[in-house]
């Protein structure tokens, strides 16, 4: 809550460990999180990663996710597509299959 309050407009927040099956919460926290404010929203994961940024600047970097496959791996012709509390992410990691 801290970093949605004092990120500025275009800043990321990573949140690390997700999903971390041994840790209760740590999978739901990003979903309780985009519900409990409306700043910051998730736009990639992967990696034990949520990317999280300002609404004004997530469509830009999703717009940069796919257009660097080979830095991201997230395309709309994998299906990469992860739900987290509403928002639609691209998921940038190992293959899924």
Known sequence: MIASCL????????????????WLGVGEAPAHFTHAQ???VPFLTGWSKVWLAT???VDEYLQV?????KVFACSEVRGSK???????TCYTGPSKE
């Open 82 to 88: 992860v739900a987290i509390g509403g928002a639609v």
């Open 55 to 57: 609404k004004s600047h």
């Open 38 to 40: 409306d700043r910051l």
């Open 65 to 69: 996710a796919r257009k660097n496959p």
């Open 7 to 22: 990120v500025r407009d275009g800043g990321i927040v990573i949140l690390d460990d997700h999903p971390e099956s041994t």
